[in-house]
């Protein structure tokens, strides 16, 4: 699977949308993108995948660059409770039953300050 | 759907005891994840179950560690004579697999400390 680098911490404001990069300069074609975020003490929590196109569900929007090379993970107003640490992980599709762990990096610690 | 479950949500033991986890995935999953998290680091994959057999073990799993899926539902993993390295963050995921994507649903853990 492809590594990740994402930025160590940021900061976003109550209400604001945050966008959190993540290079993934080396993507296979068949590896997608996916986001999870794990607040204090709490076990990850999905947020959204893709492979290629833009995607959004009721908890972000997912950016995709055209050559896949890097990604951006917007919530778009977010809350104190967004305060957590965001992982991005490039996986490879399930062809064939494979393995299919998630590898984590470090990730983005998001602060929301009000 | 009530979510992966996973207990004790906390457990102290002292060093060379055994402490067996307890993970229930989601109802129909058929793919098991244990991952070990300690502090300040992302989870690590230690093991995986598809359906009751157990496919795949990291280095990370020593061979005082053991897990179990006996019926392909709930999964149980134990440690032995457990040592304060051990100390860490255990990770229960379950999944569907089918087709190219799944997704993983994380329980909320189970923090031991060994004194």
């Known amino acids: 699977d492809a590594k990740t680098t994402q930025p160590p911490s940021m900061d976003c404001a109550e209400g604001r949308a945050a966008n959190l990069p993540c290079n993934h300069s080396?993507?296979?074609?068949?590896?997608?993108v996916y986001w999870y975020r794990q607040i204090h003490s709490q076990g990850p929590q999905y947020i959204i995948h893709g492979l290629k196109n833009n995607e959004t569900n009721e908890m972000a929007s997912l950016i995709i660059t055209e050559d896949r090379k890097s990604s951006t993970l917007i919530l778009p107003h977010a809350t104190l409770r967004d305060t957590a640490v965001y992982y991005c992980i490039v996986r490879v599709a399930n062809y064939g039953g494979s393995q299919g762990n998630l590898i984590f990096g470090k990730g983005t610690k998001l602060s929301v300050k009000p | 759907d009530t979510g992966v479950s996973q207990n004790p949500r906390h457990k102290i033991t002292k060093r060379g005891q055994n402490v067996t986890f307890r993970c229930d995935p989601i109802s129909e999953h058929n793919r098991l994840y244990w991952y070990r998290q300690t502090l300040g680091q992302g989870p690590e994959f230690l093991t995986y179950f598809q359906n009751e057999a157990q496919l795949e073990k990291s280095r990370l799993l020593s061979d005082r560690f053991s897990a179990e899926r006996p019926k392909g539902s709930f999964s149980t993993l134990e440690i032995q004579r457990t040592e304060q390295g051990d100390s860490a963050m255990y990770l229960c995921a379950s999944t569907h697999l089918a087709g190219l994507t799944d997704t993983q649903y994380f329980g909320p853990g189970t923090r031991l400390t060994v004194l």
């Open positions: 080396t993507i296979s074609g068949n590896e997608y």
